[in-house]
């Protein structure tokens, strides 16, 4: 059975961007209880942006899980990057992501490095920056390991990173360096960008994928643009995904109608499985 989630943001430097629910972390956690959902995703500013004990209280009340926390706010709120030509800059990214690591380790949730990875260029060459990329990731997923949860990266698309934009490309990474406890993220929107299709995307990252962001085509939540989802659900049933099928989608037209739509689409689809 593959598990329902839901995104809050409370990064408000990031407004505009996909995340469903927005300022009042209690609030969604109850209105995505009372919708069905299973765990909700959450993107903080910092380790310290939320009261621990209050969240998992809520938590625990309400049978909700933490399926997962960003770590964006690194680069949107610090400018951090995995890949930064500085050794220094280097550092606090990881120093930053780890902190994210702690932080949902609390929760018993895995961290997400999206945007954090960064991108080569302005000076920095290709195989430098993935060799950065990847040290980061054995380090960072050996952090994680203590808490017996794995570190998810996630290939974008190529208007967000020129590093890895496919599954292919994510898997290459993770077998180049024998890393094991980092997992890749399949997010159906950055997928439908670059994969030849996606179900075949989803395929190629096989047992590595361990996370996946369910949205439509336009970034809307799942049902609100033309991705056909049919042989997605089919290919990752296929591959024994177990793992949640969470809604990082544009809380379009609004968060609630956002969350309810996804929790529809999330249904017919992955209902019958
Ligand atoms: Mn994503």
Redesign the pocket.
Known sequence: MIPSAVTISLVEAARGG?FVYWDDLEAAIREAKELGFDAVELFAPGPDAVDVEQVKGLLTETGLKMAAVGTGAGMVLHRLSLTAVSEDQRTKAKDFVRSMIDFGAAFDAPA?I?SMQGRWGDGLERDAALGFLGNALVELGEHAKQYNVPLIY?P?NRYETNLCNTMAQGVALLESRNITNVVL?A?L??MNIEEVGIADGLRDGGQHIGHV?F?DSNRRPAGCGHMDYAPIVAALKEIGYDGYASA?AFPWPDPSAAARQTIESYRKYFGAM
């Open positions: 996909p997400i999206g996630e974008l993220l997010d929107f950055h962001h949205v990082e």
